[in-house]
């Protein structure tokens, strides 16, 4: 079985910056793309960022220049440099996965955006 746990997520002030991670752990074979996903209340989840295992990356539009998605391969875990961060970053982040042919989601972490 395999398990993605997150941390990072917290309270900052706009203009402020946060750093997520989301480590694998289990009987991994391959990690062919990780990323984070987000969902605000009242609204669907979407697509934050994400990595390939040729590192090709994909943003959304509304955090492109602003955040970024990094990895460590051999500690099996990604990253999301947050800068800038504004008030309506603020979500639930869930780290999402597809290991070993299968997909995977984290159990979330709160990320607020308030002065």
């Known amino acids: 079985q395999v398990q993605l746990v997150e941390s990072g997520g917290g309270l900052v002030q706009p203009g402020g910056s946060l750093r997520l991670s989301c480590a694998a752990s289990g009987r991994i074979f391959s990690i062919n793309a990780m990323g984070w996903y987000r969902q605000a209340p009242g609204k669907e989840r979407e697509l934050v960022a994400r990595i390939t295992i040729g590192g090709s990356t994909i943003y959304a539009d509304s955090v492109k220049g602003r955040f970024t998605i990094s990895r460590d391969s051999a500690k099996n875990t990604r990253y999301l440099q947050m800068n800038s961060l504004k008030a309506e970053d603020t979500a639930v982040y869930y780290c999402?996965?597809?290991?070993?042919?299968?997909?995977?989601w984290g159990q979330g972490t709160q990320v607020t955006v308030s002065s």
């Open positions: 999402n996965a597809r290991i070993n042919d299968a997909t995977y």
